[in-house]
């Protein structure tokens, strides 16, 4: 695998400056190797080899190689809360938070070749699988708050629940997806699981 020397930028080209770390990018390395040699097998020396950034320098940027594979989520909960700050107000909950997510999640799969992979190994890799719901945690909190804000009387406990409803599912759906058709779109795929939790609140109604 060629070394990233892009991945790693001195914006000042100056001596003493700090050097910016291509997170997604490293990330995708590290995605390559672990499905070359095994999650476990790759060392942190492996992938500054790969990378051609240094192990000092890596270890500053990723406290654990489980972060690793949760790079694009950042940008994905960006995606989200636009989404929400876009949506009409007048618009159907539901509709809004599953249009939002597969919009979101479109981020983790813009490049579309990888995406069964990071998904299979997610799947299969103990460590990985349990690190998803802390890494996903910023995006369940975004979901949580748009509901909270549309429907005030909602029990917070019931906001989350549903929002842990909606990241559970939309992943569920993508593992399903890189296992069984992974030729197909995922959107639909997503979308699709994504409509079985339209929602109603009689006692509650949308805050405007």
């Not at 192990?55 to 690793?68: G, V």
């Not at 939002?100 to 990071?118: F, K, M, T």
């Not at 890799?125 to 509901?147: G, K, N």
């Not at 779109?185 to 949308?206: G, H, I, K, M, R």
Request: aromatic letters at 8%; hydrophobic letters at 45%.
């Amino acid at each position: 695998m060629p070394a990233i020397s892009h991945a790693l930028r001195n914006h000042a080209r100056s001596p003493g400056r700090p050097t910016t770390v291509d997170r997604v990018e490293v990330g995708a390395i590290a995605l390559q190797l672990w499905s070359e040699k095994g999650f476990n097998r790759v060392t942190w020396a492996d992938i500054a080899s790969a990378s051609g950034i240094s192990q000092r320098t890596i270890l500053r940027h990723f406290s654990s190689k489980e972060e690793l594979a949760w790079v694009a989520v950042p940008r994905a909960t960006e995606v989200l809360k636009e989404s929400f700050d876009a949506a009409d107000s007048d618009a159907a909950v539901s509709a809004v938070i599953s249009a939002a997510v597969v919009r979101s999640l479109a981020v983790l799969h813009e490049h579309r070749s990888s995406g069964p992979l990071w998904l299979r190994l997610i799947s299969e890799e103990p460590a990985l699988r349990a690190s998803a719901a802390a890494a996903y945690q910023p995006w369940v909190d975004a979901i949580t708050e748009y509901i909270s804000t549309r429907f005030t009387g909602m029990p917070a406990a019931s906001c989350r629940g549903i929002a842990i409803a909606y990241q559970s599912t939309a992943f569920e759906a993508l593992l399903n997806w890189a296992e069984t058709d992974p030729a197909s779109e995922p959107a639909d795929v997503v979308s699709q699981a994504l409509s079985w939790l339209n929602f109603t609140t009689p006692s509650v109604q949308p805050a405007h």
